[in-house]
């Protein structure tokens, strides 16, 4: 290559360069001008925060902590604990939404804006006492963000409608906690045990059939199920947790098994799951007078133990003593064969 024409392309590029370190490093775009940042709504460590309350149009759901614990906890009468697996980032969301740009200094006409009133309020506490509050309007014309603002702050900001509908699904459809979430999608097998009596649910192709007693069973004797099992299944998967009642809770704390009644459960059931680990809810008698079971999960993340209200769970032991059977199903004849 010519010696000449190597030179050019090296002060080329070194002109080049220096040019994109101007603009990266001083915010100074090519028409002269100054880059306008994505500000933050506001800001706050997610560690600090302790209360956090959601009002998207009816519906209102608050979640606290006190400073020292990491407990979450749904406000009412009574409280209920969060379900860790859909609650663990909240806290990061509501450190600080960086919003996608401010459009105004000044809200003339909040209403056009949909925030007057908001379709959401949404309060962020940390334990200093610091409090911060911000309202969600309406969707901006192409539908990608919504518009918001800071109260206290005159400026109209938009975040990402993602972000928001995060957010307003707080309220709408709040954390209550639970065992676990499993998709009844994966499930196979379903053992419940009650005492001396035991039903085995197993799926069969696109159908789901009850065996009497213990495994192994004989898929050839399954009954079809009754229509009622489709509503047990959506059960099982997510079971609605009440109170909890003791953060830590293993196999290896026989103490406390034995104390709580789940050395020897009053009901088990035994889930598995196609191509996933199976899992297994533990029931005892609750507290005296509490009308509740003593309930846990293994073989998932979650070692607490809760209390789960009976009338959650109404006809589990049923399941084993007197398995859903379809009505219209008539056990086979002598011959083999269905009467």
């Given at each position: 290559?010519?010696?000449?024409?190597?030179?050019?392309?090296?002060?080329?590029?070194?002109?080049?360069?220096?040019?994109?370190?101007?603009?990266?490093?001083?915010?100074?775009?090519?028409?002269?001008?100054?880059?306008?940042?994505?500000?933050?709504?506001?800001?706050?460590?997610?560690?600090?925060?302790?209360?956090?309350?959601?009002?998207?149009?009816?519906?209102?759901?608050?979640?606290?902590?006190?400073?020292?614990?990491?407990?979450?906890?749904?406000?009412?009468?009574?409280?209920?604990?969060?379900?860790?697996?859909?609650?663990?980032?909240?806290?990061?969301?509501?450190?600080?939404?960086?919003?996608?740009?401010?459009?105004?200094?000044?809200?003339?006409?909040?209403?056009?804006?949909?925030?007057?009133?908001?379709?959401?309020?949404?309060?962020?506490?940390?334990?200093?006492?610091?409090?911060?509050?911000?309202?969600?309007?309406?969707?901006?014309?192409?539908?990608?963000?919504?518009?918001?603002?800071?109260?206290?702050?005159?400026?109209?900001?938009?975040?990402?409608?993602?972000?928001?509908?995060?957010?307003?699904?707080?309220?709408?459809?709040?954390?209550?906690?639970?065992?676990?979430?499993?998709?009844?999608?994966?499930?196979?097998?379903?053992?419940?045990?009650?005492?001396?009596?035991?039903?085995?649910?197993?799926?069969?192709?696109?159908?789901?059939?009850?065996?009497?007693?213990?495994?192994?069973?004989?898929?050839?004797?399954?009954?079809?199920?009754?229509?009622?099992?489709?509503?047990?299944?959506?059960?099982?998967?997510?079971?609605?947790?009440?109170?909890?009642?003791?953060?830590?809770?293993?196999?290896?704390?026989?103490?406390?098994?034995?104390?709580?009644?789940?050395?020897?459960?009053?009901?088990?059931?035994?889930?598995?799951?196609?191509?996933?680990?199976?899992?297994?809810?533990?029931?005892?008698?609750?507290?005296?007078g509490s009308d509740s079971y003593y309930a846990r999960s293994t073989n998932t993340?979650?070692?607490?133990?809760?209390?789960?209200?009976?009338?959650?769970?109404?006809?589990?032991?049923?399941?084993?003593?007197?398995?859903?059977?379809?009505?219209?199903?008539?056990?086979?004849?002598?011959?083999?064969?269905?009467?």
């Open positions: 290559m010519n010696i000449r024409l190597t030179i050019l392309m090296v002060v080329i590029v070194a002109l080049a360069g220096g040019a994109w370190a101007v603009i990266e490093f001083t915010d100074v775009v090519s028409r002269g001008e100054e880059r306008d940042d994505e500000p933050w709504l506001y800001h706050i460590d997610d560690d600090t925060i302790t209360d956090v309350e959601v009002t998207h149009g009816d519906n209102t759901v608050r979640i606290y902590r006190d400073a020292a614990s990491y407990e979450w906890n749904i406000a009412g009468d009574p409280e209920y604990p969060v379900f860790q697996h859909r609650w663990g980032g909240m806290p990061l969301l509501f450190s600080g939404p960086r919003v996608n740009r401010g459009l105004k200094r000044t809200i003339d006409n909040p209403s056009i804006y949909g925030l007057d009133p908001p379709e959401s309020v949404v309060r962020v506490a940390d334990f200093a006492g610091n409090t911060f509050e911000f309202h969600m309007g309406g969707p901006t014309p192409d539908g990608q963000n919504q518009y918001a603002r800071l109260v206290g702050d005159n400026a109209l900001y938009t975040v990402p409608s993602v972000w928001a509908d995060v957010i307003n699904r707080l309220a709408d459809e709040p954390p209550w906690g639970r065992l676990f979430d499993l998709d009844v999608l994966f499930f196979r097998v379903v053992e419940v045990n009650a005492g001396d009596a035991t039903a085995v649910y197993f799926l069969d192709g696109d159908r789901w059939f009850v065996v009497d007693g213990p495994p192994p069973v004989d898929p050839d004797q399954g009954a079809p199920v009754s229509d009622e099992w489709a509503d047990w299944l959506l059960t099982l998967s997510a079971p609605r947790v009440d109170t909890l009642v003791d953060p830590q809770v293993e196999e290896r704390h026989r103490e406390k098994l034995e104390m709580y009644g789940l050395l020897e459960p009053t009901i088990r059931v035994v889930i598995a799951r196609r191509g996933e680990a199976t899992v297994e809810i533990q029931l005892s008698e609750g507290p005296p993340s979650d070692v607490k133990l809760y209390t789960i209200k009976k009338s959650r769970l109404e006809g589990i032991e049923a399941l084993a003593t007197d398995p859903l059977v379809h009505p219209d199903w008539e056990p086979p004849g002598e011959n083999g064969q269905e009467n």
